[in-house]
């Protein structure tokens, strides 16, 4: 190898090489920059961007940055440039809403590792994706129409429980204490059969035409116990029809009431009411019920009454003498009257 270049430096002199190397420097110097790795100052415009929109459409960026591959980057840069365009279009799925991505241009550089970084303009049309988010806007509010229905529905579902639960309590109370009485009752039956037990062979021994028979007495009571049990339901079932019927005067009133306003004519007072089962002059107790319940109103102005009575409630309606409503009092059971609002 040694005796090769004394050769050669034998056959060139000092002065070629000089003038090589200088020949070979300005040949690098001279290149033109596509032959030079690929810099920064030579990147796009668009590959400083995220997004932008140019005219009709919508550009946005991928970049895949240390891939093994120029092809691997392409791919990598296309999903970025996906993610990009879904974050800023707010769509969680492009494909399922027949979105066509387009790719416009790529820039590609390598890096001094032997990686490669990809930047991938991709394209679609504004117009198509200001379309999708508005049909998803759509599906978005009726969606939560749907929630919000069912919602309601759960609410009053809750509500129709809680009644219900309320009811059952109530209904296991009073079964309980119908237990309590029951048993009571039969601890004094008990008490009672004790005591007959004693005076039987008493009384057995001082009468001479006949005997007394326990289970006789056992079926008596038996007797008189289902008599009680009887009584008490016909009770309870007397007591939940007159409930009854006193809740449905009480409220047949307060509708009819809720459809009377002040200023009504005699006539349209009667189109809803009916005909009074009675109409009274103003007297000196109705000035003083007036005065008793409304301390700074008086009774002035007021003509006559029309009176509708129930049985258990009633209705007191004030007239002026020109036949106009200006009153309108619910009566209670025990006399007092409301205003019926």
Known sequence: MMYLKGVVAMQYPKGFWIVAYSVVLLAITLLPASALPAGHENQPFWAEKSA????????????????????????????????????????????????????????????????????????VPAAKLVAIQGRLNEQARGQEQSLEKARQELIALQRSLIEKQNALEGHSTSLQEKSQRIEMQQRQVEGLLKQLAIKIPESTTSTKGGSRNPDSLMEQLKQAEAQLDAQERLLSEISLRAKSRITQEEHGFEKQCKYLHYGMTEEEVRAIMGTPHAVNAVTLTDITDNINRHSKRSISGIDHFWRYNGRTYGLRLALTKTGILIEKTFVLPGGGGLDCK
Request: proline share 3%; hydrophobic share 40%.
């Open 52 to 123: 932008f929109v140019e005219g009709d459409d919508l550009f946005v960026v991928g970049v895949a940055t240390k891939a093994r591959s120029f092809e691997e980057g392409r791919k990598q840069a296309f999903e970025q440039g996906k993610i990009e365009l879904m974050n800023y279009a707010q769509i969680t799925s492009l494909e399922a809403q027949g979105l066509v991505i387009e790719t416009q241009m790529t820039y590609e550089e390598p890096n001094p590792e032997g990686t490669v970084t990809v930047y991938r303009l991709l394209r």
